[in-house]
């Protein structure tokens, strides 16, 4: 395993792209840029209200929509812009914690 070049969380930069990712956790820049693109693997539509048997909903009909979701993977904190996948530092801090022996699942 790689050695992290940061000390303390307080090193890190406010967003953290794949390779700081990699970084911080040791592993290689191909292992972080993967942790970030596990989060959308899968699609499921979303039927409007009428289609489950609400027909006396108040709403109009809504269209199908599209939920992505988590699947082969626990949930990572990637906030998307445009093409580029950026984490937040604080939900980075938030997720190791949650994933190691003190935190909760």
């Known amino acids: 395993m790689k050695e992290s070049s ?9 967003f953290l792209n794949a ?3 990699a970084k ?8 972080g840029y993967e942790l970030m693109h596990v989060v959308v693997t899968n699609s499921v539509s979303l039927a ?3 289609a489950a048997g609400l ?3 108040v ?3 809504l269209p199908t929509q599209t939920l992505h979701v988590c699947v082969g993977g626990p949930f990572f904190p ?3 812009i445009g093409s580029r ?3 937040p530092k604080e939900q980075f801090v938030e997720w190791v914690s949650q994933h190691t022996q003190g935190g909760a699942e």
Do not use: I, N
């Not at 940061?6 to 090193?11: N, Q, T």
């Open 6 to 14: 940061y000390k303390s969380y307080d090193e890190l930069p406010l």
């Open 19 to 21: 390779a700081t990712v």
């Open 24 to 31: 911080v956790l040791g592993v290689s820049p191909s292992s």
């Open 48 to 50: 409007p209200p009428q």
């Open 55 to 57: 027909a006396h909903s």
């Open 59 to 61: 709403a109009p009909p």
């Open 78 to 80: 990637v906030l998307k």
């Open 85 to 87: 996948l950026v984490v």
